[in-house]
């Protein structure tokens, strides 16, 4: 096994210019993808993102050339631009290096090899928890893991401007720094309207469900309770904003589903809806009856006992279990 002391091969850099191209660099399961997470999502190029757009699958090795030639002309895009780009890729071969090199300096823009480097058992015993697409063979990671720790004396002479152990980096400020100015935006902290009262609705089913979200002033569905409704096209929820969950004041949500008792029932049941996979259950037909509590019939139960705020109870610990 080669051992991989990085700093015993370079002296200390820390410097990461912007705008500059950061190349990184390490073994699959290394971690290079959580690093490159700590600069904003629009400037890292992840060639596993590219194999994904160009078929649909992250891990298919087939896709690799068309996934390639996408990202290089996202680079080069950025770099006419002088943005700061972070290419996210094992990197271990010199020539793949050398290529992004070459065009980083056709365009005047600095070169860092940012270089991770994680112990080779570790980035072995990471695959196992990878989607099966996405594993890489052992004798590949170890093979990388090579690759990696020769070449590291010889990055400046490759025309690195600067050679960066990833270890030395204090990127978690930064990170947290970003992290945080979102948050602020979101809830409107910074002088913005932020998300406002579809704040609780991001928290509870993500942000991506906002462009679908609508309140209904005025509806009176939910006895009192305000509505809300997510539609697409002919398809729709309706759902109802619960304030006082089992009179402790709690806040959740309910969605509004067909009646387990009798198909014919004009009444309206409700299930606790504490996730974005509730949604979707409830719109494929397939909750758990024992759940559902009908405003005619009341709780779905065999048993004949009084267990009207089962359904809220569910709902209490679900959105206790969200925050974990």
Request: with cysteine; aromatic share 6%.
């Amino acid at each position: 096994m080669t051992t991989f002391r990085p700093e015993n091969a370079l002296p200390l850099d820390t410097t990461i210019p912007d705008p500059s191209v950061v190349c990184l660099i390490g073994a699959s399961g290394s971690g290079k993808s959580t690093w490159a997470s700590t600069w904003p999502a629009t400037q890292i190029l992840e060639l596993d993102a590219f194999r994904a757009m160009v078929s649909d699958d992250a891990g298919c090795q087939e896709a690799t050339a068309d996934a390639v030639f996408a990202l290089q002309a996202v680079l080069e895009a950025r770099l006419a631009r002088r943005r700061m780009t972070i290419v996210d890729g094992t990197n271990s071969e010199k020539s793949v290096r050398a290529g992004l090199v070459a065009t980083a300096r056709r365009y005047g823009m600095p070169t860092v090899a940012l270089v991770v480097p994680t112990p080779l058992p570790v980035c072995v015993e990471r695959q196992s928890s990878r989607p099966r697409s996405r594993r890489v063979p052992e004798h590949v990671v170890r093979a990388q893991h090579a690759a990696t720790a020769g070449a590291v004396s010889g990055l400046p002479a490759e025309g690195f401007d600067h050679v960066v152990v990833a270890d030395n980096l204090g990127r978690l400020l930064p990170f947290l720094q970003r992290l945080s100015g979102a948050r602020q935006a979101d809830l409107g902290l910074d002088g913005s309207t932020g998300l406002g009262d579809l704040n609780l609705p991001a928290r509870t089913f993500g942000k991506e469900i906002l462009p679908l979200w609508r309140w209904k002033p005025g509806s009176n569905l939910a006895g009192g309770d305000r509505v809300a409704q997510i539609r697409l096209g002919q398809q729709y929820l309706t759902l109802a904003l619960r304030t006082n969950i089992d009179g402790e004041g709690d806040l959740g949500f309910d969605v509004a589903v067909p009646c387990p008792h009798d198909d014919a029932c004009a009444g309206r049941a409700w299930a606790p809806a504490y996730s974005i996979t509730c949604l979707f259950r409830a719109l494929n037909g397939d909750l758990d009856d024992e759940d559902i509590v009908c405003t005619v019939h009341g709780p779905n139960h065999d048993d004949g006992q009084d267990t009207a705020e089962t359904s809220y109870e569910v709902l209490d610990r679900g959105l206790a279990g969200a925050d974990r």
